[in-house]
T-cell receptor
Framework: GQNIDQPTEMTATEGAIVQINCTYQTSGFNGLFWYQQHAGEAPTFLSYNVLDGLEEKGRFSSFLSRSKGYSYLLLKELQMKDSASYLCAVRDRAYNTDKLIFGTGTRLQVFP | DSGVTQTPKHLITATGQRVTLRCSPRSGDLSVYWYQQSLDQGLQFLIQYYNGEERAKGNILERFSAQQFPDLHSELNLSSLELGDSALYFC????????????FGSGTRLTVV
C-alpha cells in the first residue's frame, strides 16, 4: 500500500522562503507530484519528479530522493496568493492502473 | 477552463437520498478518475475508468457506484447518503490513463443534511 506524510499546517511571512516536506512509503514508485489547491477549488499541477534531484520552475522548486522516500517543495519570495494547501501525490502504476495517491495536504498561510 | 466539466457544482440533499454526479472528460481523454475530498482532508481515490471499463478501485463504499458511458462521460452514483458523505467530489481525466497527464474538473460540492 501507500503511506504519504506531510505536515498539516505551516505559516510563513510574505517574501520569505518555505519548505514543505513529504515522506512516502510505497509498494511501487513511479514519480511524485506536487499540486496547489485553494480552498474549494480544483488542485492545480505544480511539479513532477521521477528522478532524484531538484527541479526548478520559477519561484517553486521540488526535490526528490527515492532512496530516502522523501520530497520537498520549496517556495521562494512568498506572496499572499501562495496561501493554499499543497498536496504531495505518489504515482501508482501497479496492477494495470496509473493513478495518483494523495497525502492529506499541507495548509500554508502567508502573513504580511 | 480545464476542459473537464463536472455537474452540478453544488448539491444539497437529505440523508438516505441518492444523487448522481456527472463528469465529462477533456476532449480525447479516455480515462476518468473520481476522488473524494472531505473537509480538511486530502483527495481519496475512489475509482478509475478507462474507455468504458473499470480499471482500478480505491476506497469506494458499497453504497457508491460509477460507470463510464460510450461517449466517455462518467457518472458517480451515491446512495443511502449519510452526513459523512458531505465532501467535494473531483473528477480528473487523462488521455491514455497516465497519471502524468491528469486534468481536474472544478468539482461538485455535496452537502448532506
Amino acid at each position: 500500500g501507500q503511506n504519504i506524510d506531510q505536515p498539516t499546517e505551516m505559516t510563513a511571512t510574505e517574501g520569505a522562503i518555505v519548505q514543505i516536506n513529504c515522506t512516502y512509503q510505497t509498494s511501487g514508485f513511479n514519480g511524485l507530484f506536487w499540486y496547489q489547491q485553494h480552498a474549494g477549488e480544483a488542485p492545480t499541477f505544480l511539479s513532477y519528479n521521477v528522478l532524484d534531484g531538484l527541479e526548478e520552475k520559477g519561484r517553486f522548486s521540488s526535490f526528490l530522493s527515492r532512496s530516502k522516500g522523501y520530497s520537498y517543495l520549496l517556495l521562494k519570495e512568498l506572496q499572499m496568493k501562495d496561501s493554499a494547501s499543497y498536496l504531495c501525490a505518489v504515482r501508482d502504476r501497479a496492477y494495470n492502473t496509473d493513478k495518483l495517491i494523495f497525502g492529506t495536504g499541507t495548509r500554508l498561510q502567508v502573513f504580511p | 477552463d480545464s476542459g473537464v466539466t463536472q455537474t452540478p457544482k453544488h448539491l444539497i440533499t437529505a440523508t438516505g437520498q441518492r444523487v448522481t454526479l456527472r463528469c465529462s472528460p477533456r476532449s480525447g481523454d479516455l480515462s476518468v478518475y473520481w476522488y473524494q475530498q472531505s473537509l480538511d482532508q486530502g483527495l481519496q481515490f475512489l475509482i478509475q475508468y478507462y474507455n468504458g471499463e473499470e480499471r482500478a478501485k480505491g476506497n469506494i463504499l458499497e453504497r457508491f457506484s460509477a460507470q463510464q458511458f460510450p461517449d466517455l462521460h462518467s457518472e458517480l452514483n451515491l446512495s443511502s447518503l449519510e452526513l459523512g458523505d458531505s465532501a467535494l467530489y473531483f473528477c480528473a481525466s487523462s488521455v491514455v490513463g497516465a497519471a502524468a497527464d491528469y486534468t481536474f474538473g472544478s468539482g461538485t460540492r455535496l452537502t448532506v443534511v
